[in-house]
DNA sequence: AACGAATTGTGAGAGTTTGTAACAGGGCCT
DNA sequence: AGGCCCTGTTACAAACTCTCACAATTCGTT
């Protein structure tokens, strides 16, 4: 879902990604999917709820994350329009999905998909696709977390968000959320984020406009170079 | 892989985890599945490599990990015996895998696999619900990476190895595995996680023993307080 | 247009980790 | 036994991030 590794950049699933940001992929067969609007902050779900629903994201951007016993958030991914979120789970959902802007998300049914794909291979295949796209996310944050410092860290997220923009957004990478947000997703401090974001602008890698909900890459070489990947 | 929530402590993929644990879930129809001993730090595919064989440990631990332009590695995942590597890769792959020890891998034809998945949902849906279990792994590690202190990261590493141990390990843990596989794996230093044991050792929360190839837990309840989780 | 709330940006000191270096221990070879 | 290599441990200075404090900006509401 962060899809540092897309359908540009990964072999990992080409086919499936295309198919599924086209918006069709596994809903055509399930009638009851209904639409539900979120705003900024809301959950979809939360730790320890019962899983009833897969979700696809229509709009805006929801992270899943965990929360820690001293009460820390631990962001483990972003879901963006055209991401499914709630495969996998079993029984009670172990992480919490929250809106970080306003976002629409179209609900399934989680029992008449799964007793779907038992008998339907090539919708077993999509989900198994599917969990495939989320896993090469996960990896690929796990690198990016895994960096030392925070420039490496700011820079990787950063170049992430502007692959999965695609070609046409020419270097411009809209947030979507706070810096809390990216905070917890990086193992950094909201201070630390913003700071390193002056210091990419200071570097002239960087330029932040919007009140700093956009992000315009001025030097995308320099960029990874600083990403280290 | 890594597993810090398995069968026990995981809602999800407990039916297939006993089956997978099991060893024979995806074999049994696939004939050619020869067999291949490594050494230490033998590869068993490379990033760029071509992605032929899906593989089943089947005794030592795997590597997955990713070189980063400066030689850095980052350690994505730990594979045990009876977890499988190698899917949900298409072309080539973009991760590495090699042996932190003595190892056996078993080796599956991956088109074989992926053409009778097309057909056969039980198949597809086991093929799921592996991949389900390494994205649990991969997000479980997530949240301890993004862990902040040293302290937390080896507390939940070492809990990770102790629950994957099962209850008849009776708190010893081994390694199997250099400081500089640990070290990769959190995005430590090797120093800082020998720093971090002896400090471990000096609260009288764990005892290294065997020459620092074994752990022997002797406080569950504070390793887990430390862990934060 | 103005106000208040929320978010973001900046600074200084404290704390932790890293990097460098030296040393100890075990295994393997001659 | 002795020497060599690799791994692991420990010490200390340097670098980095975190914490806490407060200013500046943005956004929504009145």
Redesign the pocket.
């Known amino acids: 879902m962060l899809a540092i590794n897309t359908s540009e950049t990964s072999p990992y699933m080409q086919s499936f990604r295309q198919e599924s940001r086209g918006g069709r992929a596994l809903d055509d067969r399930l009638q009851q999917a209904s639409e539900r609007r979120l705003e900024a902050k809301e959950h979809v779900f939360c730790e320890g709820d019962q899983r009833t629903h897969v979700y696809r994201v229509e709009d805006g951007v929801i992270a899943i994350y965990k929360t820690l016993f001293d009460g820390r958030r631990r962001i483990i991914d972003f879901a963006y329009p055209g991401d499914y979120i709630g495969l996998g789970v079993l029984g009670e959902h172990i992480m919490s999905a929250q809106a970080t802007c306003a976002s629409k998300v179209r609900c399934f049914s989680a029992s008449a998909l799964e007793s779907l794909a038992e008998t339907d291979a090539s919708l077993a295949l999509k989900l198994y696709k599917s969990v495939c796209q989320d896993l090469v996310a996960a990896r690929s944050l796990l690198v990016t977390v895994g960096q030392?410092?925070?420039?490496e860290r700011v820079a990787a997220f950063l170049l992430a968000l502007h692959r999965r923009g695609g070609e046409g957004s020419k270097g411009v990478v809209k947030l979507a959320m706070?810096?809390?947000d990216i905070a917890d997703l990086l193992?950094?401090?909201?201070?630390?984020?913003?700071?390193?974001?002056?210091k990419l602008r200071e570097m002239q890698v960087i330029d932040?406009e919007?009140?700093?909900?956009t992000v315009k890459l001025r030097d995308v070489p320099r960029l990874a170079d600083l990403a280290n990947e």
């Not at 919007?210 to 909900?213: A, D, E, P, S, Y």
């Open positions: 030392r410092s925070a420039i706070r810096r809390s193992g950094l401090t909201i201070e630390t984020v913003s700071r390193t974001l002056t932040v919007q009140g700093g909900t």
